[in-house]
């Protein structure tokens, strides 16, 4: 019983620590929507909004039009990649 508590104890150690390593290789950088569609999918439609940081990278992220109001200008912080 014993081994296989220190087992799960180590494991959950290594689970940890490398989902920790994993967060530190993303910086949050503020990004602001530039250009909002609507798309016609399958049994709805949805927005697509871009997003535009200040290194001029480009996010595309899909909503549903009835949750949310998102209007151009408006920001959010984002995850990039270092």
Not at 16 to 24: A, D, K, L
Not at 47 to 63: A, E, F, G, N, P
Request: proline fraction near 1%; charge should be positive.
């Amino acid at each position: 019983m014993k081994t296989s508590l220190v087992a799960l104890a180590m494991l959950a150690a290594i689970g940890c620590t490398n989902s920790f390593r994993e967060i530190q290789q993303a910086d949050m950088v503020k990004a602001q929507v530039v250009k909002i569609d609507t798309i016609w999918r399958h049994p709805e439609r949805v927005k697509q909004l871009t997003w535009k940081d200040s290194d001029d990278i480009r996010y595309i992220t899909y909503v549903s039009i009835y949750n949310e109001l998102y209007s151009l200008g408006s920001s959010m912080y984002v995850m990039r990649r270092r």
